[in-house]
């Protein structure tokens, strides 16, 4: 089946540092990518859209200025947390897909835990 | 806008059968998933029904009634692999994106 990784699985950072997640996938081209966040005990919550070569689609609420990603080929996006705080810490996690986004399977990453102090 | 419900959580023991029942409301549907999730891990993927009817994989079934905006899980003789969080999520029509439930824990008791 389709991989997708994400580096690093862990990172831990002092409040104001700017921390860059990478997602690819490994198999396949992937069209779009879907970036969520995931608090303890709750649902993953989609933070922004992304497609190879255009700006990324973010869900209200989500600041594109602090959350910069960038999809600069068909097997890798990257999500940057600009100016962390230790209420960013979380699980953040990538998935992917290639044809048609409202039927294909999206692939999901192993997630990169994000702990601010 | 889609929503979703689904019980928070569930208890069954070893060997038993177990439904997990999730219950939307979408502006247009595109089907309905189901993933796995173990505690500090990635969502799985189980299965997608987009028509009516039961899909099953092994243990797993996943059942759809559009008319009813109804799905269910349905597992099978239980293992203590099973444990995990299980989320629904439907497409929503602009740009595809999955929208999750809130997640069912289920614990598989001995």
């Known amino acids: 089946g389709a991989v997708v990784s994400q580096h690093p699985s862990w990172v831990i950072c002092k409040s104001g540092t700017s921390v860059k997640i990478e997602c690819r996938s490994l198999?396949?081209?992937?069209?779009?990518m879907f970036w969520y966040r995931q608090f303890p005990k709750q649902s993953l919550m989609l933070m922004a859209t992304s497609n190879e070569g255009s700006k990324a689609t973010y869900e209200q609420g989500v600041e594109k200025d602090k959350f910069l990603i960038n999809h600069a080929s068909l097997t890798l996006s990257t999500l940057t947390v600009t100016s962390a705080h230790p209420e960013d810490s979380s699980f953040y996690i990538c998935?992917?897909?290639?044809?048609?986004?409202?039927?294909?399977?999206?692939?999901f990453g192993p997630g990169t835990r994000l702990t601010v102090l | 806008g889609q929503s979703l419900e689904q019980p928070s959580e569930v208890t069954a023991v070893e060997g038993a059968i177990v439904q997990i029942n999730c219950t939307y409301q979408t502006s247009g549907f595109y089907g309905l998933s189901w993933y796995q999730q173990h505690d500090g891990g990635a969502p799985t993927f189980l299965s997608y029904n987009a028509l009516d009817g039961l899909e099953e994989t092994g243990r797993f079934s996943s059942f759809l009634s559009r008319s009813d905006s109804y799905g269910y899980l349905l597992l099978q003789e239980l293992q203590m692999k099973d444990s995990a969080s299980y989320f629904c999520?439907?497409?929503?029509?602009?740009?595809?994106?999955?929208?999750f439930g809130q997640g069912t824990e289920l614990s598989v008791k001995p």
């Open positions: 998935s992917a897909t290639w044809g048609e986004v409202l039927t294909d399977t999206q692939y």
């Open positions: 198999d396949f081209q992937a069209t779009t």
């Open positions: 999520a439907v497409r929503d029509h602009q740009g595809g994106k999955l929208i």
